[in-house]
């Protein structure tokens, strides 16, 4: 039976959270001489010589409101990669600890275990992308702590058979992360609704896919109260910057602009799978439920530099295991992916 107190890190218990000013006054106020800030403001047009909320109460509100889940239950990082650092660095112990991964992934994952000195275990996905259920069994010891799912997977783009990822969150006691960076491009429901059905849950999400704010590095974490107040007593007191927060709450007004930019990428995305279907170098196109499609072909190498020379950058993947002689499109505007279409006509011709 899963319990957070038995995979916390012990020094992580006992932690006494840095106190900021804006954490040991919450309000308004007519004169702030707490933190040391510029009184006479900053040298742009809107003032920034405030400290930002720590918590990032009023996106958190904005985002419960979309996402039907209580702001508690939010987790708000510098990226979705700041949330997942800070999941090794609250539950896993260095040099004695492991986690699991089920390549090909999302590469951030291992970088992270390999910065926090962790062991990750590999369970290859199957032929067909999905969990090699027996393997993750054989793998998992006292010591692991994580499991990281991606679903809809980068890089193959298919979503994760929900089945499995629930027969591990019943039977795992450690956190199935489950990182839903392409949700919003998904047929498959998000996990957030699941929260209060798994304490092990942890659901990564983003604005920078789907939202279009990658600039702005704004992550979201989802998982219990327990869990999000660790991971914000481990956090950087101010990790959200102000700028982040505002531009992130304006974006949020915008729901139907953004649902309108997914319908229109999928509508792309089945585009360009017919398309490309016509060419002899394309072997085999994955199906995807993400903005992006991994597309095997005769050359992958000679294709990337064929485009590069056009001006068009595209991922070469064919070097990840499962994924030999594989590119990686991402889904462009109409014209850009009419770019594309065209400068592959010339190189098969």
């Known amino acids: 039976m899963f319990e957070l107190k038995n995979i916390l890190r012990e020094n992580i218990k006992n932690l006494k959270p840095y106190s900021s000013a804006r954490d040991e006054f919450q309000g308004e106020a007519s004169v702030y001489l707490d933190a040391n800030e510029n009184a006479f403001g900053s040298p742009l047009e809107q003032n920034y010589n405030r400290y930002p909320d720590p918590m990032q109460y009023a996106v958190k509100k904005r985002l419960s409101d979309i996402k039907g889940v209580p702001p508690r239950n939010i987790f708000l990082g510098n990226g979705s ?3 997942i650092d800070i999941l090794f660095r609250s539950f896993c112990n ?4 492991n986690v699991i991964l089920v390549p090909p992934t999302y590469g951030m994952y291992e970088v992270s275990a390999n910065i926090n000195d962790v062991e990750t275990r590999k369970v290859n996905l199957t032929d067909e992308y999905q969990l090699n259920m027996e393997g993750i069994a054989e793998a998992i010891d006292k ?3 994580l499991i990281f799912i991606c679903s809809p997977n980068n ?5 994760i058979h929900r089945e499995d990822i629930e027969t591990l969150l019943t039977n795992f006691n450690g956190l199935v992360v489950v990182d839903e960076a392409y949700i919003n491009f998904s047929r498959q429901k998000t996990f957030i609704q699941e929260l209060t059905e798994y304490a092990n849950l942890v659901v990564l999400q983003t604005l920078s ?3 279009g704010l990658a600039a702005l590095r704004v992550g979201m974490a989802f998982a219990s109260e327990e869990i999000i107040e660790v991971m914000n007593k ?3 007191p101010y990790n959200v910057n102000e ?5 992130a709450l304006q974006a949020l007004q915008n729901v139907e602009q953004v649902n309108q930019w997914i319908k229109e990428t999928l509508s792309e995305r089945d585009q360009l799978v017919l398309n490309l279907k016509a060419f002899d170098f394309v072997l085999e196109i994955y199906p995807s439920d993400a903005n992006f499609i991994l597309v095997k ?3 992958a190498k000679g294709i990337y530099n064929f485009l590069v020379s056009h001006g068009i950058i595209v991922r070469d993947r064919s070097k990840v295991e499962l994924c030999e002689g594989a590119l990686r499109f991402t889904i462009g505007t109409p014209e850009e992916n009419k770019t594309l279409l065209n400068t592959l006509k010339e190189y098969q011709a």
């Open 81 to 83: 990669d700041e949330a």
């Open 94 to 97: 260095p040099g004695t600890d």
């Open 143 to 145: 010591n692991t702590k």
């Open 155 to 159: 890089p193959t783009g298919n979503s």
């Open 209 to 211: 896919k789907a939202w």
């Open 234 to 236: 481990v956090k950087p």
């Open 243 to 247: 700028a982040s927060q505002q531009l």
């Open 297 to 299: 072909t005769t050359d």
